[in-house]
Structure formats: structure tokens, C-alpha cells
């Protein structure tokens, strides 16, 4: 079982930087993929970026935003930069027993465990 706790979400302005960090429990941390999904009011929650366990492997679908690990801190961030109004929403972390080699899959399916979510405003 892992538990994921996000944290890092407020208001900023068009054009501002957040880093969201997602700290998890347990001693295997690192033998998780992680990614990052977002869901905004009324719409489905979508894939953002995935890491694998060792941090080597990412893939992101927001060439602003950047996804990282640190595995002694059992914990795995996002940074976001160059913030838009459309990447308002909701910011899931999630868990993926794909193994430590592999980033996870791009839907909601292929995660185990989530976090609770921490919300991002982006103003104008």
C-alpha cells in the first residue's frame, strides 16, 4: 500500500512558475513509476507527465512542465513553468507497479494508488 500527499498547489499568474511535490509512504518508492495527471471543473482527469522508479525515464506531454524524483525523500515533483489559464485543474500524483526501469501509461488505468489532489489557479 502507498499513500501519496500533494502538496504545492495556490494561485498564480498567466506566465508564473509552481512546483508541486507528492510525498509517498512506504519503503519501495522507488520501485513505483509515478505521474502527474490534472483534472479541470467538469472535464476528465488527464495524463500531464509519468517518471520512472529510478528517475531516469520521463515523458511529459507539456514541454513547460517538468517532472522529477528523489527517491531518498520518497518524493516526486512537477515543475511548472510559463503557466497558462487552461492549466487550471486539479493535480493528482499517482503510483504505477510498472517496475523501476519503466514510465507508466498515459491513463488513469495503469495507477494503483492516488493522492488527494492539490488545486492549481492560474489568473489572469
Known amino acids: 500500500q502507498v499513500q501519496l500527499v500533494e502538496s504545492g498547489g495556490g494561485l498564480v499568474q498567466a506566465g508564473g512558475s509552481l512546483r508541486l511535490s507528492c510525498a509517498a509512504s512506504?519503503?519501495?518508492?522507488?520501485?513505483?513509476?509515478m505521474g502527474w495527471f490534472r483534472q479541470a471543473p467538469g472535464k476528465e482527469r488527464e495524463f500531464v507527465a509519468t517518471?520512472?522508479?529510478?528517475?531516469v525515464n520521463t515523458y511529459s506531454v507539456e514541454g513547460r512542465f517538468t517532472i522529477s524524483r528523489d527517491n531518498a525523500k520518497n518524493t516526486v515533483y512537477l515543475q511548472m513553468n510559463s503557466l497558462k489559464l487552461e492549466n487550471t485543474g486539479v493535480y493528482y500524483c499517482?503510483?504505477?507497479?510498472?517496475?523501476?526501469?519503466?514510465?507508466?501509461?498515459?491513463?488513469?488505468?495503469?495507477?494503483?494508488?492516488w493522492g488527494q489532489g492539490t488545486q492549481v489557479t492560474v489568473s489572469s
Open positions: 517518471i520512472s522508479g529510478s528517475g
Open positions: 512506504g519503503r519501495t518508492f522507488s520501485t513505483y513509476a
Open positions: 499517482a503510483a504505477s507497479r510498472v517496475g523501476a526501469s519503466r514510465v507508466s501509461g498515459t491513463t488513469t488505468g495503469y495507477y494503483d494508488y
